[in-house]
């Protein structure tokens, strides 16, 4: 989404299409719920040290669109797919 909105790549690594959810983890500005913005990364579970397990967009009105190996979801965004929240973050 974000490269073809014609935004730098939120994983820090140029679209060279290796990045994952931890690599977006260590890019971007911490945000709180109370502060997300369209297009800002949302993250969910914890796989250890921190580390979440997903990634979704917020897309506005409380909510984020999601895919990977689920069908496409349009959620809540405080819990996905039974997944609690663990944090946000802004790249734009």
């Known amino acids: 989404c974000y490269k073809m909105g014609g935004a730098s790549d939120p994983n820090g690594r140029s679209y060279d ?22 297009g800002d990364l949302c993250f969910y579970g914890d796989q250890g040290g921190g580390i979440a397990v997903h990634t979704a967009i917020f897309v506005g009105n409380g909510m984020v669109i999601s895919n990977g190996l689920y069908p ?10 039974g997944l609690s929240w663990n944090s946000a973050r802004s790249y734009l």
């Open 17 to 38: 299409g290796y990045g994952y959810t931890g690599t977006l983890q260590q890019y971007g500005r911490i945000i709180g719920q109370n502060q997300l913005q369209p």
């Open 72 to 81: 496409m979801q349009y959620a809540p965004v405080n819990l996905w797919n």
